[in-house]
């Protein structure tokens, strides 16, 4: 809800690896940092630079 307040949803597939993430304190490893650092409360890395 509070990303579609913001007007920056994610896809389905990327809502539930960050639900899913947050959830369990882990960190999502990618190089989409922009999409899913939108997300409060999670954790993520890009390991390609």
């Known amino acids: 809800a509070d990303l579609k307040k913001r007007g920056a949803q994610l896809g ?3 809502l539930m690896i960050a639900a899913h993430a947050r959830a369990i304190g ?4 990618t190089n989409n940092v922009k999409d899913f650092g939108r997300v409060k409360g999670l954790r993520v890395e890009n390991w390609t630079k």
């Open 26 to 29: 882990a960190t999502v490893v």
């Open 12 to 14: 389905a597939a990327d």
